[in-house]
Structure formats: structure tokens, C-alpha cells
């Protein structure tokens, strides 16, 4: 089990997470359908916004790029792909 932090949030408490455990994460995040929860969740302990590098961002939107090329785009993959944000 993972050492919890406690006490107040420190945004530059950094770790490193494998591409395989963020996919196991995520997926069963939304396998169980806890997005909403999990986003109050967080907004309670004051977090609002994750840091994380720009380099796996990009890596992401061109992948989405390019699996959206001849296809018919729709507005969510468009809006990940055109980010300000990055």
C-alpha cells in the first residue's frame, strides 16, 4: 500500500507512476464508474488541478491525432486533442 501524505497538500510532492499502473488506475476508475466521486473527492482536499509534465500530453493528443485521422472527429476528441492547456 501506498504512503499516504498527510498533513497540508504539496503540489511538488512528486512520484513516479508506470504507464501500465496509470492505465490499471484509470480503467478501474472508470470501470466503476467513480469519476464524480472521485472529483469531489479531491475539490474536498483542495485539489483542483494535476501536474504532469507536457511531454506525455503531447505524446497522447498526436496518438489521438492520428487514430482520429479519416474518421469522422467528434467535439470531446477535438477538444483533448486542441487543448490550451498544453
Known amino acids: 500500500m501506498a504512503k499516504r501524505f498527510k498533513g497540508k497538500h504539496d503540489p511538488l ?12 488506475f484509470m480503467r478501474y476508475i472508470a470501470k466503476n ?3 464524480e466521486e472521485l472529483e469531489q473527492s479531491l ?3 483542495g485539489i483542483n488541478n ?5 511531454h506525455p500530453i503531447y505524446a497522447i493528443q498526436d496518438h489521438i491525432e492520428k487514430s482520429l485521422k479519416g474518421k469522422k472527429k ?9 487543448s490550451e492547456h498544453v
Open 13 to 24: 510532492k512528486l512520484t513516479n507512476v508506470s504507464v501500465r499502473q496509470l492505465r490499471v
Open 33 to 35: 464508474d467513480l469519476w
Open 43 to 45: 475539490k474536498k482536499k
Open 50 to 54: 494535476l501536474l504532469i509534465s507536457v
Open 74 to 82: 467528434n467535439r470531446s476528441g477535438l477538444k483533448i486533442v486542441e
